[in-house]
């Protein structure tokens, strides 16, 4: 989705909505199993770190090792260490933005 931001920015303007982050980013969240490190730094790049979830597949859709790195395609968690991001935003992908979305969590 994000490489097709500017997009959705037009379509919206077109038709007389408001900005997206201000209609659309309230309520729509973006996770981080894309499998490559590009794809995680496009993710962090466009899309606002408050509005990524970090998420990892130990048995999901790609098993694989990627022969490019020689790790697991869904070793997600170390995409998002190698990302231009400060530990807070780390922190906040990887628990703060999950606990804000679901607050039950803290309860429990």
Request: with cysteine; hydrophobic share 40%; charged share 25%.
């Amino acid at each position: 989705v994000p490489y097709h931001w500017g997009r959705f920015r037009g379509l919206a303007q077109e038709m007389k909505k408001p900005l997206l982050k201000d209609h659309l980013l309230n309520n729509i969240f973006f996770d981080t199993c894309v499998y490559h490190q590009p794809g995680i730094d496009l993710l962090t790049k466009v899309i606002p770190v408050d509005n990524v979830l970090f998420a990892s597949e130990m048995i999901g859709a790609v098993r694989g090792i990627d022969p490019e790195t020689g790790h697991y395609y869904d070793d997600t968690k170390r995409y998002i260490e190698a990302a231009a991001l400060t530990d807070a935003e780390r922190q906040q992908i990887f628990e703060g933005n999950a606990r804000r979305v679901y607050p039950r969590l803290d309860a429990a």
